[in-house]
């Protein structure tokens, strides 16, 4: 009797095992993007990774964004991914924590984004630190072995000076500290040379500023328009997303409204330098005025498949910004080479075929 109990307790128990599994399963197969619906990880737990970008290594991808968790400063967090769909969190990349002592008591992370240097090996990530206020607006960079970090502080700063006409006074210090550093993103090109786009002069001119060998610092000597240039002087945007195809350079940015949503533009050139071009919003339909509610943050480009993207927005929730979130929608260029941007509630990577 004893013996059929154990029996039948132990099957009971595997039956609840095989059926927790299922439904673990269940949760975390995706097979199509669904934007602004939440987002879970493989885990089951919404997916961080605001303000974000991602990169693809050998036959994985890894998205690095900021972790807004409630209760905690916010820090770099890693997913990665083998088919976009699925995202499993591979752990806290970046911690405040680990920004250099000095500066770390008001300090927090904005728009973290991760490149390889081929010739280092090392996975480098560039963020935006910033203080209340957002007068400190300087570069934070760091460098790892690993994809997933952890990631090693290297150092902070400003890395244009340049004399715009300052504002007097200047709560940012421009002429003191260099032209301030807001919202950023990096650019690897096919000859491999790196570089990072920010919203600089209290945003209102992008800086595109070619990086150095290791992907760590400005490249130098510093010299205007040769090793960086201001991109859309005076206009005013932030949230640069860089892209190329066939031979030209596309910028995809928002207008400087904060937490809320404005108006895309997307930007073109034939040199990386400028000059760039508005070719006005690249989204249309309903909703296309406010982006569909977004602020971009990236355009992955499409393994395998030539002038085919996808544009990587946030819808932020001022309010609780953990729960910001993510739009992403496919795109391509047609034969006249203009790309436009739609709403779509559900679609998946055949949209590309
Ligand atoms: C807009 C920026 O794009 C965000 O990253 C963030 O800095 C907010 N401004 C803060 O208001």
Redesign the pocket.
């Known amino acids: 009797m004893k013996r059929i109990i154990y029996f039948s307790s132990g099957i009971v128990f595997l039956c609840s095992c095989v059926l927790a599994l299922e439904e673990k399963v269940e949760l975390s197969k995706m097979d199509k993007f669904r934007p602004g619906d939440l987002w879970l990880d493989t885990s089951g737990k919404p997916i961080q990774a605001h303000?974000g970008g991602i990169i693809l290594r050998d036959d994985a991808y890894y998205w690095y964004g900021e972790d807004r968790t409630p209760g905690q400063k916010t820090s770099v967090s890693c997913y990665s991914s083998k088919d976009l769909y699925n995202w499993k969190f591979e752990g806290t990349a970046f911690r405040q924590d680990d920004l250099a002592a000095e500066i770390k008591a008001n300090t927090f992370i904005?728009?973290p984004k991760v490149i390889y240097n081929a010739k280092t090996k090392k996975y480098v990530l560039w963020m935006h630190i910033e203080q209340q206020g957002?007068h400190f607006a300087r570069a934070g960079i760091a460098t790892s072995d690993k994809p997933m970090g952890p990631f090693e502080f290297v150092s902070y700063l400003r890395p244009i000076k340049y004399e715009f006409d300052f504002p007097a006074p200047d709560p940012d210090r421009q002429k003191e500290f260099g032209g301030t550093y807001?919202?950023m993103n990096l650019f690897v090109d096919d000859d491999g040379i790196a570089y990072v786009i920010y919203a600089s002069e209290h945003n209102a001119t992008l800086y595109m500023v070619r990086l150095n060998d290791e992907y760590t610092a400005p490249l130098k000597p510093i010299v205007d328009d040769a090793t960086w240039s201001r991109v859309l002087v005076g206009k005013y945007r932030?949230?640069p997303a860089p892209f190329k195809y066939k031979d030209k350079y596309y910028l995809i940015s928002?207008g400087c409204t904060?937490?809320t949503p404005n108006a895309a533009d997307i930007s073109m050139s034939d040199n990386i330098f400028g000059s760039w071009q508005s070719k006005g919003n690249p989204c249309i339909d309903d909703g296309a005025e406010l982006t569909f509610r977004t602020?971009s943050t990236c355009v992955l480009p499409v393994a395998g498949k030539t002038g085919c993207y996808i544009y990587m927005g946030d819808s932020w929730n001022p309010r609780r910004l953990s729960d910001s979130r993510y739009i992403w929608l496919p795109f391509k260029f047609d034969d006249n080479g203009n790309i436009e941007i739609k709403w779509l509630d559900e679609w998946d990577l055949s949209y590309f075929d």
Do not use: N
Request: glycine share 16%; proline share 0%.
């Open positions: 303000g904005e728009r957002y807001r919202d932030e949230a928002s904060g937490w602020q």
